[in-house]
């Protein structure tokens, strides 16, 4: 097994995620070897706790101990995002392969500054977009690529959840555009948009609207003092691609009833295809030249259920119809980086999260000019 030692920054869900998915990823494919060398939290006995819950070897309260650490391989990033850049530069400059959640910066300055420095420096650089692993997204990706859809010339697609429709939720960091840079399109948006990177390729042009539905939140749990809101509940724009189609993206953060709704659909003159995160292991497909499902009775939409033939679904289940979930996508993710160390291939790096940056950038630009801003 090729030894990878880790040094992780965040000890909260992410960074949990982001080990149990290495951990996951060892004994599925057996062939890397995750060292956990050292964690660093807000706090020492956070950073204690954590590493003694999970199985790091040492731990530190200062995440700069982490980055000049020569014991450690691969910097883990998996902390807020406005920590992002700082941490993820660190680490580049002392040569570190880097996996940064999404998304890299709060600009897109700073997230094409940061895949240039890890272009100039030859390492691993890997953003967290957790859907491209998943093999739905994989499959519809090689349908466009082969050409059975024909030319695409529509895409429709959505990210909502109902998690901060209460509005007795009290303030957190991702309502501040400071800490989080914008609110439903870089916390769900952003997923959705990576998607549309690896499928389609570069976006050309947006125009945008959105809505802040509830304006002030309590600072705290059970306070009566109010707080400001200050992105996005929901976002809503138009999308001109380079390839020729067009688009309708959106998300929600308030999306009554909707728990995890990631959601597209992909019109060609030859074909069309429509996921939906929910049903994660279903997928719509209709092609013209199926002509028993192009006229009469029983046209429309079937069903392809995931299963041994798609790529990564064969490490989890045996056979179609047996479902996979998110932590799947996530060992997924992390058996792909780990292969990376070591010359093995990846989409997902900074150039990538980069190019999303770009685009939610010219989102947040179109809201404040109300006219089409280019990515």
């Avoid at 691609?241 to 009833?257: E, L, P």
Wanted: charged fraction near 20%; charge should be negative.
């Amino acid at each position: 097994m090729n030894e990878i030692r880790i040094g992780l920054i965040g000890g909260g869900w992410m960074g949990k995620a982001h080990t149990t998915a290495f951990h996951n990823a060892k004994m599925i494919f057996g062939d890397d070897m995750p060292v956990f060398e050292i964690v660093s939290d807000v706090t020492e006995d956070a950073a204690k706790a954590f590493a003694e819950q999970m199985g790091y070897a040492r731990y530190t309260a200062d995440w700069h101990d982490v980055v000049s650490d020569p014991a450690v391989d691969l910097v883990d990033v998996a902390t807020p995002n406005c920590m992002h850049y700082e941490m993820a530069k660190a680490a580049l400059e002392h040569g570190k392969h880097v996996f940064c959640e999404k998304p890299l910066s709060l600009s897109a300055q700073q997230s094409r500054e940061l895949a240039q420095l890890a272009k100039e420096k030859g390492v691993v650089n890997y953003c967290g977009f957790s859907n491209i692993m998943n093999p739905a997204n994989q499959y519809v990706a090689e349908l466009v690529k082969s050409g059975r859809l024909g030319k695409i010339m529509r895409v429709h697609a959505t990210y909502d959840q109902d998690m901060l429709l209460d509005p007795k939720i009290p303030l957190a960091w991702r309502h501040i555009n400071k800490l989080a840079g914008s609110g439903a399109l870089g916390d769900l948006c952003s997923h959705l948009l990576s998607v549309s990177q690896m499928i389609l390729g570069d976006m050309e042009a947006v125009t945008a609207v959105q809505s802040i539905v509830i304006p002030e939140r309590p600072v705290k749990a059970g306070s009566s003092e109010m707080g400001t809101v200050e992105n996005d509940d929901v976002i809503s724009f138009l999308v001109k691609y380079k390839n020729g189609a067009i688009g309708d993206f959106s998300s929600s953060r308030v999306a009554t009833g909707r728990k995890n709704y990631f959601y597209y659909e992909i019109q060609g003159t030859e074909g069309s295809v429509v996921y939906d995160l929910e049903r994660m292991c279903e997928v719509q497909v209709y092609f013209k030249s199926d002509a028993d499902v192009d006229r009469g009775r029983d046209c429309g939409f079937r069903t392809v259920l995931l299963n041994p033939e798609h790529k990564g679904f064969k490490w989890f289940q045996p056979a179609g119809g047996i479902a996979i979930a998110f932590d799947d996508m996530k060992t997924l993710q992390a058996h792909t980086l780990m292969q990376a160390l070591h010359g093995g291939e990846y989409i997902c790096n900074f150039a990538m999260g980069a190019k999303v940056d770009g685009v939610i950038d010219a989102v947040l630009k179109s809201v404040k000019s109300g006219q089409w801003e280019q990515c």
